[in-house]
């Protein structure tokens, strides 16, 4: 079974403060996707990575892809209360010949004003 | 907006009931993916079509059946239902099936089983 573990589980901090939360696994990802939950509401996607090394920004978000391609983190700057939700991290593994993606079980970010 | 819609958006049956969600994925898109969401199980993979014919299976249970029609829209039929599959069900679709397509969610279908 290939899991995928984030870390930390929870994260309360205020606004102004940075962040960083991490998605790893022991089996190498063919690519890798972050995504975004409100309660209640279907994940966002918020990034792809492929390439080992490979970093994408997106506003105060920095998408970082682990260079064996094991593992990736998210570093919020900044971060505001809009930023709160669920972040999870989807992986599909390299000996995968379909489309099934195995999602961690996310990260709860809290940003109190 | 995914461009993935689902309905109906919330379902509330009785246990030993039957029913079916719906969902229709992005335009070109030809993948459907199901997933169920619960709190204390995080988001699992159910099943996945692909151009009409299954592609991929998860954690799906046999009271649980799911297809793809010609149009490319797909259902999940749930039956004997028991208060444990009250959750949320996803859908989510991508062009292809490969290893680095992406997967846009719909919204969600609420399930409540009393």
């Known amino acids: 079974t290939q899991l995928l573990e984030q870390s930390p589980q929870f994260l309360s901090i205020q606004e102004g403060e940075n962040l960083t939360v991490y998605c790893n696994s022991s089996?190498?990802?063919?690519?890798l996707q972050w995504y975004r939950q409100e309660p209640g509401e279907g994940p966002v996607l918020l990034v792809t990575?492929?390439?080992?090394?490979e970093v994408k920004k997106l506003k105060r978000l920095t998408f970082q892809f682990g260079d064996a391609r094991k593992d990736s983190s998210l570093h919020i700057t900044a971060a505001q209360p809009g930023d709160t939700g669920l972040y999870l991290c989807?992986?599909?593994?390299?000996?995968?010949?379909?489309?099934?993606?195995?999602f961690g079980d996310g990260t709860t970010l809290t940003v109190k004003p | 907006d995914s461009g993935v819609t689902q309905t109906p958006k919330h379902l509330i049956t009785a246990t030993g009931q039957r029913v079916t969600l719906r969902c229709s994925p992005r335009?070109?898109?030809?993948?459907v993916y199901w997933y169920q969401q619960s709190l204390d199980q995080g988001l699992q993979f159910l099943i996945q079509?692909?151009?009409?014919?299954?592609?991929a299976k998860g954690n799906i249970l046999e009271r649980f059946s799911a297809q793809q029609f010609p149009d490319l829209h797909s259902e999940l039929n749930l039956s004997s239902l028991e208060l444990g599959d009250s959750a949320l069900y996803f859908c989510?679709?991508?062009?292809?099936?490969?290893?680095?397509?992406?997967?846009?969610f719909g919204p969600g279908t609420r399930l409540t089983v009393l």
């Open positions: 990575v492929v390439t080992g090394g």
């Open positions: 989807a992986g599909l593994f390299y000996n995968t010949n379909a489309g099934k993606s195995t």
């Open positions: 335009s070109g898109d030809l993948s």
């Open positions: 089996s190498v990802f063919s690519s």
């Open positions: 989510a679709s991508s062009p292809s099936w490969g290893a680095t397509d992406t997967q846009y």
């Open positions: 079509y692909y151009n009409g014919e299954e592609r």
